[in-house]
């Protein structure tokens, strides 16, 4: 008869949340086996493409010419919860951060970015915390905050290499909570 055929694969440390594929309807058993390879090469292919779900003790690796530039963890003097990073591209050539992510070692915060994530080169790449009006367009969204008495970030690739990391564990080094001054 014919039918739907569904593979469901986890990706080891990819997204909770399983890949659902299902290939094209099958009509007999000889095709079925067929096609079920078929769709298997296309997880393989896809699970390619997803982030890592990167973990901060797995963070290594050396500085790049991408990196996080300017932090604005005090918020605005309008709200508090008005944060924003920066990330800057240093080098001559465009930056593709496609499955890139900026985390914080309390793990509050894990921004993933999208498929068409670039920055040009000696240009700059805005992360702004979700509902922060006062500018208009960042070039990402993020969930979660920094803490004011201070925090670490770093800058992974999609293969969990870490090309910029700001250790402010024990206190922002620069900007200030009164002033609003961003690091």
């Given at each position: 008869?014919?039918?739907?055929?569904?593979?469901?694969?986890?990706?080891?440390?990819?997204?909770?949340?399983?890949?659902?594929?299902?290939?094209?309807?099958?009509?007999?058993?000889?095709?079925?086996?067929?096609?079920?390879?078929?769709?298997?090469?296309?997880?393989?292919?896809?699970?390619?493409?997803?982030?890592?779900?990167?973990?901060?003790?797995?963070?290594?690796?050396?500085?790049?010419?991408?990196?996080?530039?300017?932090?604005?963890?005090?918020?605005?003097?309008?709200?508090?919860?008005?944060?924003?990073?920066?990330l800057s591209?240093?080098?001559?050539?465009?930056?593709?951060?496609?499955?890139?992510?900026?985390?914080?070692?309390?793990?509050?915060?894990?921004?993933?970015?999208?498929?068409?994530?670039?920055?040009?080169?000696?240009?700059?790449?805005?992360?702004?915390?979700?509902?922060?009006?006062?500018?208009?367009?960042?070039?990402?969204?993020?969930?979660?905050?920094?803490?004011?008495?201070?925090?670490?970030?770093?800058?992974?690739?999609?293969?969990?290499?870490?090309?910029?990391?700001?250790?402010?564990?024990s206190g922002?080094?620069?900007?200030s909570n009164?002033?609003?001054?961003?690091?």
């Amino acid at each position: 008869g014919t039918g739907l055929l569904a593979a469901e694969i986890t990706l080891g440390e990819k997204p909770a949340s399983p890949l659902v594929l299902v290939a094209q309807e099958v009509r007999s058993k000889s095709e079925s086996s067929s096609a079920s390879m078929r769709s298997m090469a296309v997880a393989e292919d896809i699970s390619k493409n997803l982030p890592n779900e990167c973990a901060w003790s797995a963070a290594s690796g050396t500085p790049s010419e991408t990196q996080i530039n300017e932090v604005a963890w005090m918020g605005s003097a309008e709200d508090p919860k008005n944060e924003w990073i920066e990330l800057s591209n240093n080098g001559v050539v465009n930056a593709e951060i496609a499955g890139w992510q900026v985390i914080n070692v309390r793990a509050s915060m894990r921004i993933t970015l999208p498929e068409d994530a670039r920055i040009p080169a000696k240009g700059f790449y805005l992360l702004r915390r979700e509902g922060y009006a006062a500018i208009p367009k960042g070039d990402k969204e993020y969930s979660g905050a920094l803490s004011n008495s201070g925090d670490e970030l770093a800058l992974l690739d999609g293969e969990c290499n870490m090309h910029d990391r700001v250790d402010a564990a024990s206190g922002w080094f620069a900007g200030s909570n009164e002033t609003k001054r961003t690091m």
